[in-house]
């Protein structure tokens, strides 16, 4: 872990300020110095977390290296990668197939003679069709029989 335990303390310290004098205009001060308290547990735990990934990601390769490495069977697999080796993973080799005739035939024109010529044809859809004209006297019955309820 990087720093030492006063890293901890102080950033407490900083929690338990802040979370105290944020809930001291709206609260009773004893209520205040409680969630002062919790907000120092968090804030002390937190530095600890901190701490922790600051020092892996200063020392990656010590972290790695604590494992034990077994050796191999046989001296014939000097090749292939054991389960152990602190290198495994480090390296991404990855080969892409080679697609030069596809980008040429993406590149080079066309023939207009093979090309389908399908013009343009908007969307028609089918219109509604409405019911036969109501009478007026009907539908001023049906408007106030649906406003009286």
Same mark, same amino acid.
């Given at each position: 872990?990087? *720093?030492n335990?006063?890293i901890?303390l %102080? /950033? *407490?310290f900083?929690?338990? /300020?802040?979370?105290?004098?944020?809930s001291?205009?709206?609260n009773? %001060? @004893? @209520?205040?110095?409680? &969630? *002062?308290? /919790?907000?120092?547990? +968090? %804030?002390?735990?937190?530095a600890?977390?901190? &701490?922790?990934?600051l020092?892996? +990601?200063a020392?990656?390769?010590? $972290?790695?290296?604590?494992?034990?490495s077994?050796?191999?069977?046989? *001296?014939?697999?000097? @090749?292939s990668v054991?389960?152990d080796?602190?290198? &495994?993973?480090? !390296?991404?080799?990855v080969?892409?197939?080679? !697609?030069?005739q596809? +980008?040429?035939?993406?590149?080079t024109?066309k023939? @207009?003679d093979t090309?389908?010529k399908?013009?343009f044809?908007?969307?028609?859809?089918?219109? /509604?069709?409405?019911?036969?004209?109501q009478?007026?006297?009907?539908?001023?019955? $049906?408007?106030r029989?649906l406003?009286?309820?």
């Amino acid at each position: 872990m990087v *720093g030492n335990i006063k890293i901890n303390l %102080w /950033l *407490g310290f900083i929690g338990f /300020l802040i979370t105290f004098f944020a809930s001291i205009e709206n609260n009773l %001060w @004893t @209520t205040s110095l409680f &969630r *002062g308290v /919790l907000g120092f547990a +968090l %804030w002390f735990f937190l530095a600890f977390v901190l &701490r922790f990934v600051l020092g892996i +990601l200063a020392n990656p390769a010590s $972290a790695t290296s604590n494992k034990p490495s077994s050796p191999t069977s046989s *001296g014939n697999e000097s @090749t292939s990668v054991s389960a152990d080796d602190p290198n &495994r993973g480090s !390296q991404f080799d990855v080969v892409t197939p080679d !697609q030069d005739q596809e +980008l040429s035939d993406l590149l080079t024109p066309k023939p @207009t003679d093979t090309v389908e010529k399908d013009s343009f044809a908007p969307l028609n859809p089918p219109k /509604l069709v409405s019911t036969k004209q109501q009478d007026p006297e009907e539908m001023a019955k $049906a408007v106030r029989h649906l406003t009286q309820k």
